[in-house]
């Protein structure tokens, strides 16, 4: 009997939606129920044709048939069984990589609660407090791009309402497209997913041909 433990299996391998599981058990149901009518129905049509002279044969051939009805049921109903076990095994994988989804990231996390406790209990001057808190910043910041989390860069960039959210803007003579010229909070990415905009200041060309383009110029978020 297959034990209840196996090892850990990727996410893709039991990717079963529920309700191809219902429609392929009710499938399977039926094709049982429809052998176990055609065994009924053809030995009594096999009994019905049954002539004095033909007696013998007639029983020998109803028998094979119900025995081959009988075999046909039992694989059936086998069949169903290693369904249901393959179901309920594949629900149990996925619950369980639900649960622990995140324990790749939470494990990295560990290290940087263990700096922040040490600064804690540190007894240094405010600068040896700021250095330790750099370094806990840098050492998430990495921890963040193992796992393909990006900052948004923003601070000189070009305007991109993709990625940036304007709070405010100002006019600004140096500029000649809205360019982002203050962040008042970082945006990030993961891989090709925006996260969080950046919250950032947006310098506007004080030239009117460029404020009559309009298309480029950001809004400001009431």
Same mark, same amino acid.
């Given at each position: 009997?297959?034990?209840?433990r196996?090892e ?8 079963v939606d529920?309700? *191809?599981?219902?429609?392929l ?5 039926? &094709? %049982? +129920?429809?052998?176990?009518? @055609?065994?009924v129905? $053809? ?5 019905s ?10 029983l ?5 048939l119900?025995?081959e009805?009988?075999?046909l ?15 309920k095994?594949?629900e ?15 494990? *990295? ?9 040490? &600064? %804690? +209990?540190?007894?240094?001057? @405010?600068?040896?407090? $700021? ?16 796992h393909g ?6 601070k000189?960039?070009v ?14 003579e ?12 970082a ?21 009117p ?8 110029e950001?809004g400001?978020?009431?």
């Amino acid at each position: 009997m297959e034990s209840d433990r196996q090892e850990p299996r990727e996410a893709d391998e039991y990717e079963v939606d529920s309700s *191809d599981d219902q429609d392929l058990e009710a499938a399977m149901r039926e &094709a %049982l +129920e429809a052998v176990e009518s @055609s065994g009924v129905e $053809t030995g009594t049509a096999t009994e019905s044709s049954e002539g004095p002279d033909a007696e013998g044969a007639g029983l020998d051939e109803l028998t094979m048939l119900r025995k081959e009805v009988a075999e046909l049921r039992d694989r059936s109903v086998r069949t169903l069984a290693d369904f249901e076990n393959f179901r309920k095994r594949a629900e149990r994988e996925r619950d369980e990589q639900r649960r622990y989804a995140g324990t790749e990231v939470l494990r *990295d996390v560990l290290p940087v609660v263990d700096n922040l406790e040490r &600064a %804690l +209990e540190s007894n240094g001057d @405010s600068d040896e407090l $700021t250095k330790g808190v750099e370094l806990i910043l840098r050492q998430v910041l990495d921890m963040l791009r193992r796992h393909g989390v990006e900052r948004v860069k923003a601070k000189g960039q070009v305007f991109d309402p993709g990625v940036h959210e304007a709070v405010s803007r100002q006019e600004a003579e140096e500029v000649v497209a809205p360019t982002v010229c203050e962040e008042l909070q970082a945006g990030f990415v993961l891989r090709d997913r925006l996260l969080r905009p950046a919250m950032v200041v947006v310098a506007v060309p004080t030239s009117p041909a460029s404020e009559d383009e309009g298309s480029t110029e950001p809004g400001v978020r009431s």
